[in-house]
């Protein structure tokens, strides 16, 4: 586990949370990977993305994730992180795979305890329920958010790499040595601005300002008083 987190106490299951028929021949000695996938929003709806760390059976970091994903809710952003997860297990031949996420909505949604009532939400989720049926095992578990710190800064360098923002260069948004990163750069979404309100005056056809100031390049609108 990623940060000290506590021992993961998983729900003892049988098979595949969404056993379909179409996973490979059980049993085998396959190995489970744990995959920490977190999304978020800024504004929810506002510019988003998500973060995932996937780890092997020792605990060793074999993939780290990280998209922009554009102008989306909180949920939405949850939702492609999941999917981003599943389709690299599926890619890598993974065929047991425990999803840690601290959101409490799409985990109880996978599990089948709250119902997937938004129209935007539930093709994500039907896509998750099929990609998570073609696994051998799958299993899901909710965590509070200082069990999944590694995946909520990527999921932050994501937003701040489609806003425009420079990140620190560390984890998704670098090459690390024997890790696979699947990051994306999105162009900047616009942020609003927020009006300030300066006075001052005019002399020889120049705006003087009495207090503060503007920083060059910026777009302003003088209104006579």
């Known amino acids: ?18 056993d379909d028929g179409s996973a490979g021949g059980g049993g085998g000695a396959a190995e ?3 995959a920490h996938c977190d999304g978020g929003s800024r504004g929810n709806p ?7 760390v996937i780890e092997d059976a020792q605990g060793r970091t074999v993939a780290r994730l990280s998209e922009f994903v554009g102008r989306q809710t909180n949920n939405y952003a949850e939702y492609s992180g999941l999917l981003a997860v599943l389709k690299w ?22 599990k089948g305890q709250y119902k997937v009532a938004s129209p935007v939400l539930r093709p994500l989720w039907e896509e998750a329920k099929r990609l998570a049926g073609r696994l051998e095992r799958f299993e899901m578990r909710h965590t509070l958010r200082g069990g999944n710190k590694e995946a909520d800064r990527l999921a932050n360098e994501a937003m701040d790499r489609g806003m425009g ?16 990163n699947a990051t994306t750069t999105i162009a900047p979404v616009p942020v609003p601005v927020k009006r300030v309100v300066l006075e001052g005056y005019v002399k020889g056809g120049v705006v003087h300002l009495l207090e503060g100031e503007l920083p060059d390049g910026v777009f302003v609108k003088v209104i006579r008083e």
């Open 89 to 110: 297990a599926l890619e890598n031949g993974t065929k047991r795979l425990r999803v840690v996420s601290d959101s409490e909505l799409m985990v109880k949604q996978m």
């Open 46 to 52: 506002g510019p988003s993305g998500y973060g995932a």
């Open 1 to 18: 586990m990623l940060g000290g987190v506590e021992t993961v106490d998983w729900e003892a299951m049988t098979g595949n949370l969404f």
């Open 32 to 34: 489970w990977f744990t």
């Open 165 to 180: 923002k420079t990140t620190s260069g560390v984890g998704g948004a670098s090459g690390v040595s024997g890790v696979s």
